[in-house]
């Protein structure tokens, strides 16, 4: 794995796809959201938000917020199953029971994930998936203790390094 290296906006906006007219939603990609629960309504709608400001052709949400709320705020988003060429999940779950289920649900899908927060404990507790989880930096200290690193403390303030044997990286 090569360092990590800083990219400027110049090189940002060169690899952004630009809509044309051949343009339509499943070529400029659906991305399903699964963020959000009863507790915290408001993470689907911040995921839903940040969604829709990366310029995708579609948004579907697949969460526990009422549709009619995320719909409401939001009145592009689709609020039903279906194709999605992305899925991010995982704010605001909470402690949903069926967390294992959802987190397999997406995996079975074999699209890129974003697997963020209580997603990533899910994740954490064995149910392993090929995605890329980009965590808080306090999520980081769970991450480390699942490896049992606890002797190679982490860095203030800086991420560890991924370790080969987590089955997919915790970053």
């Known amino acids: ?8 906006v110049a090189e940002v906006a060169a690899w952004w796809p630009v809509p044309d007219a051949q343009s339509h939603k ?7 959201i699964d963020a959000g ?5 408001g993470a689907g709608l911040l995921a839903v938000a ?3 400001g990366a310029g995708p052709g579609m948004v579907r949400y697949l969460g526990q917020v009422p549709s ?8 592009s988003v689709v609020a039903a199953p279906g194709q999605v060429q992305a899925m991010v999940l995982g704010s605001g779950w909470g402690e949903l029971p069926d967390a294992k289920e959802r987190l397999q649900r997406a995996v079975a899908l074999q699209v890129p ?3 963020d927060a ?6 954490l507790k064995g149910c392993r998936a090929t995605a890329s989880s980009p965590p808080m930096l306090g999520n980081w200290h769970d ?7 606890m002797s190679n403390p982490i860095p203030s303030g800086q991420p560890p390094k991924p370790h080969h044997s987590w089955g997919s990286p915790c970053y």
């Open 118 to 123: 209580d997603a990533l404990g899910c994740y």
């Open 26 to 32: 499943y070529t400029r990609g659906v991305v399903g």
């Open 1 to 8: 794995m090569t360092a990590a290296q800083p990219i400027t």
């Open 143 to 149: 991450c480390w203790v699942q490896i049992g690193s």
């Open 113 to 115: 994930l974003v697997i």
């Open 68 to 75: 009619t709320v995320i719909v409401h705020r939001y009145p």
């Open 37 to 41: 629960s009863a507790s915290y309504p």
């Open 50 to 52: 940040g969604a829709l």
